[in-house]
């Protein structure tokens, strides 16, 4: 078996994506997944989401997202702190990179961006990226985030339906 050099293997990244079509135009579905406070909507391993530093919406913005993400030997939540990195409400797409956590994703990033399809629907197409877990298996990692990405972006619909019924 080939091992990359020592300084070579720390840039190598495991990536991946999912994408999905939500039956929402885009207008509605960036404002449903680029705003803080609606993670829970549409995330529902999510349950709270905290400003921490910065201005939402520009880049060096700070948040605490908390849940059932990942389990915890401890039985305990998942918390991420994630620093937005861009976001381009024009082409519809923000980047944010956890910067801590209990779950071992430091330095990983997370890109959404939206795309019109047309008749009022919307491709969400969810990028990821992060850096080697010790001791887990790539594909499974790989495929567990894209398992919980994909359920998230099949949540986005209902949660817009359930804000045009109930708005606030």
Same mark, same amino acid.
């Given at each position: 078996m080939y091992n990359l050099p020592e300084n070579k293997q720390e840039h #190598? #990244?495991?990536?991946?994506? $999912? !994408? !999905?079509l939500v039956d929402a135009p885009i207008d509605k579905v960036w404002t449903m997944v680029s705003q803080t406070n609606?993670? %829970?909507?549409? /995330? %529902? /391993? $999510? =349950?709270?989401?905290?400003?921490?530093? !910065?201005?939402?919406?520009? %880049?060096g913005y700070v948040r605490l997202v908390s849940g059932f993400m990942f389990p915890q030997e401890d039985g305990d939540r998942s918390w991420i702190k994630e620093r937005l990195v861009s976001m381009d409400p024009t082409s519809h #797409?923000?980047? *944010?990179? /956890?910067?801590?956590?209990? $779950?071992?994703?430091?330095?990983?990033?997370?890109a959404l961006k939206l795309v019109d399809y047309g008749d009022d629907s919307t491709l969400v197409d969810w990028s990821f990226e992060i850096n080697p877990l010790e001791g887990a298996?790539?594909?499974? +990692?790989?495929? *567990?985030?894209?398992?919980? *990405?994909?359920?998230? +972006?099949?949540? +986005? #619909?209902?949660?817009?339906?359930?804000?045009?019924?109930? %708005? =606030?």
């Open positions: #190598k #990244k495991w990536h991946g994506s $999912v !994408g !999905g609606r993670l %829970p909507e549409w /995330m %529902p /391993m $999510v =349950e709270r989401c905290s400003d921490l530093d !910065g201005e939402e919406g520009l %880049p #797409k923000y980047v *944010y990179r /956890m910067e801590a956590s209990n $779950v071992g994703l430091d330095g990983s990033e997370n298996c790539e594909d499974s +990692i790989i495929d *567990y985030l894209g398992f919980l *990405y994909k359920s998230c +972006i099949n949540r +986005i #619909k209902s949660a817009i339906e359930a804000t045009s019924r109930n %708005p =606030e």
